[in-house]
């Protein structure tokens, strides 16, 4: 028995003491964990208090979590209002299924960071019309991601610069002069061309286009009024916005082609869908056609457009029946103005897109005569008047000689109607034609503004979408926070103070429409200081204003970028359930973001192209106007300011 007792007794003392180790341990590696207390709600996360060991630091309101790398954070999260998701970029996986719910304290962790750079907190629990955009900073200290990045920036911007100052006859990165005839590429030129010449080649186009607008403006009126539940939002401003961008780049005004949006109209005035219809092609037949008013041939009432869309921005891309609408009344108005003026003046003028034909000039593909000979020589000017084969240019241009992608819709009739066979598809270098038309651009202020809003917008948005800022987006959005359909229209009243913090965010984004032009005219301003050049500063003010083609266009497919890889599901489960109904007519897809701590290198590569064709096409546009050595100087000092955008943005995106 004593054998038995002292036995029992030395395993007693050993277990004690195992435990006390153990203890000690935990107390130990507890007391090297973050604590970090955050507070979700609709639409945003806010630090509330971060516990180191026994220091405890509160937060009135934190809008990033500052860690360094190696430590171990343990999350504390609780809901101020509904059912919210807990994502890290690159640290949790999607089908980790982490709820934050009202009243309930979750912990989430410890996770260890042991990846330098900014990471995104994301909700990926539906929580209301914002929800894609409820997101905070997660910022892994030393970020060495983002100086290696603004390092690259200063590397692009200085490396270009010094390729245009080598010794040689053609600098320029676009100089390269060779185009191709796409028609005349052997075996897909001719039929290509076939396709083009097939009267009933742009009524292919269109009707799918039909079929899925008529499914968003009625989604838009009967479907979830969650947008990324339904297929007006999920599919226009996630899939449909993002192949528009991409287009404008491989080819032009592609989309103007098969946009449905005018086609009721021409329809209508053509008496005709697909046939030509001769009566409208004899100018001696029509009793009288109104003038489009002189004042409005330019760009103005589309960037205004643009401008006054992007003051509800935040409803637009969230509101089912904010999208459908908008484009139910575009689709009126196109409507009309094609019957009063027959003509794509709605497209050319009016339609808030219109920055389409702004960026155009950057595409590789472009509406061309082979030889301009043959089309002076040519007195009947069939692609203007038309003619059995195909209608006179329903954008009111001259094919034949034109050099500008801005206004033209590739509608083909020019190839249609042309009987000389002068008329062709051609694939040339980005930007090739853009020097030129900046240097004649001597009062254009509508296409300099539209280069203004976009770029400004561009960078503006992913600060506001993809930022921390939830107060930003809480103003543009009323602090309202349920979706809307035709049923639920009554929702969307906002308060007094909702009205109050839409007026700031108004304000907000009106400044930036007139900031970034000042800037701009400063630069312009110190160029010509610099260089010592004799003309006006408003025309380097104009024609440097058209590097802002390339530069606006790259940085928006960054921006596009970012929404296709962190939202690719939700277009395609609209495909699936396009009224949000609970349908599942084809495959339904989790929410899964693409690979997304890689995003800010692949906006990072879009946005240094942009910059370095900005930089090649002031130097373009600079030696139409200028000899060599003031052109460099110039566009030297207009690269500081090019190069300072771009670091904003990397700040924006990796800062």
């Not at 039929?191 to 008529?214: A, C, D, H, M, N």
């Not at 037949?285 to 869309?309: D, E, Q, Y």
């Not at 103005?337 to 000039?361: D, E, W």
Request: aromatic share 16%.
């Amino acid at each position: 028995m004593a054998k038995r007792a002292i036995l029992i007794l030395v395993v007693l003392i050993l277990l004690t003491l195992t435990a006390s180790a153990q203890m000690a341990e935990n107390a130990r590696r507890d007391s090297s964990i973050k604590i970090v207390y955050i507070e979700a709600f609709q639409f945003g996360f806010t630090v509330r208090a971060i516990q180191e060991g026994s220091n405890l630091k509160v937060y009135p309101e934190g809008l990033d979590v500052l860690v360094n790398k190696g430590d171990r954070v343990l999350f504390r999260g609780i809901s101020r209002d509904v059912t919210h998701g807990f994502y890290i970029d690159g640290y949790t996986t999607s089908d980790q299924k982490i709820f934050v719910l009202p009243g309930r304290i979750l912990e989430i962790g410890p996770i260890t960071f042991d990846r330098e750079g900014k990471f995104k907190l994301r909700c990926s629990v539906t929580c209301g019309p914002l929800h894609p955009f409820m997101v905070m900073d997660v910022v892994v200290r030393p970020n060495i991601q983002y100086y290696s990045l603004l390092i690259s920036t200063l590397t692009v911007g200085g490396f270009t610069l010094l390729y245009l100052q080598r010794k040689s006859e053609n600098k320029l990165l676009g100089g390269y002069e060779r185009e191709v005839d796409i028609l005349k590429v052997r075996f897909i030129g001719s039929i290509l061309e076939k396709l083009l010449k097939w009267r009933g080649f742009q009524f292919s186009l269109i009707l799918p286009s039909i079929f899925f607008f008529t499914l968003v403006i009625v989604s838009g009126f009967f479907g979830n009024p969650i947008g990324n539940r339904n297929f007006s939002i999920a599919v226009v401003w996630i899939l449909w916005f993002a192949i528009v961008e991409f287009t404008i780049l491989f080819a032009g005004r592609f989309w103007c082609a098969m946009c449905p949006i005018p086609a009721f109209g021409e329809w209508i005035a053509r008496r005709r869908i697909i046939g030509v219809n001769n009566s409208i092609n004899s100018i001696s037949k029509i009793p009288k056609i109104r003038r489009w008013p002189k004042a409005l041939n330019n760009m103005w009432v589309s960037v205004t457009g643009f401008f006054v869309l992007s003051l509800f921005l935040p409803w637009l891309v969230t509101r089912p029946l904010v999208t459908a609408v908008v484009f139910l009344v575009l689709i009126i108005a196109a409507t009309l103005l094609y019957i009063m003026y027959q003509g794509r003046y709605f497209c050319k003028h009016v339609c808030p897109a219109g920055y389409i034909g702004y960026h155009s000039n950057v595409s590789i593909l472009s509406v061309r005569s082979r030889k301009r000979e043959i089309c002076k020589s040519h007195k009947n000017k069939d692609c203007i008047k038309g003619n059995l084969k195909g209608y006179g240019c329903p954008w009111k241009l001259y094919p034949g000689g034109n050099c500008d992608n801005t206004y033209c819709g590739l509608c083909f009739e020019c190839i249609k109607s042309c009987f000389q066979n002068n008329m062709t598809l051609k694939i040339r270098m980005i930007g090739k034609d853009l020097p030129k038309i900046a240097a004649k651009a001597k009062n254009r202020f509508d296409e300099a503004w539209v280069g203004f809003t976009r770029f400004s917008f561009a960078v503006f948005y992913e600060l506001i979408f993809f930022g921390s800022y939830y107060w930003l987006k809480d103003w543009g959005n009323m602090g309202n926070v349920y979706g809307a359909n035709l049923e639920t229209a009554r929702l969307l009243i906002p308060p007094p103070w909702g009205v109050i913090n839409w007026i700031r965010w108004a304000f907000l984004v009106s400044t930036l429409v007139l900031v970034y032009p000042a800037v701009f005219y400063v630069f312009s301003w110190i160029s010509k200081k610099v260089a010592g050049i004799k003309i006006p500063v408003k025309q380097i003010f104009l024609s440097f204003s058209y590097a802002l083609v390339p530069y606006g266009l790259f940085v928006w497919i960054a921006f596009a970028v970012s929404l296709l890889a962190v939202f690719w599901t939700y277009p395609l489960t609209a495909f699936s359930d396009p009224f949000g109904w609970g349908w599942n007519i084809g495959a339904r897809f989790e929410w899964d973001p693409f690979y997304p701590e890689l995003l800010p290198f692949f906006q990072t590569f879009f946005i240094l192209t942009g910059l370095a064709l900005a930089i090649n096409t002031t130097y373009g546009i600079a030696k139409e106007l200028l000899d060599e050595h003031k052109a460099f100087r110039a566009t030297a000092v207009m690269s500081i300011l090019h190069i300072i955008s771009a670091l904003i943005l990397i700040k924006v995106i990796a800062g």
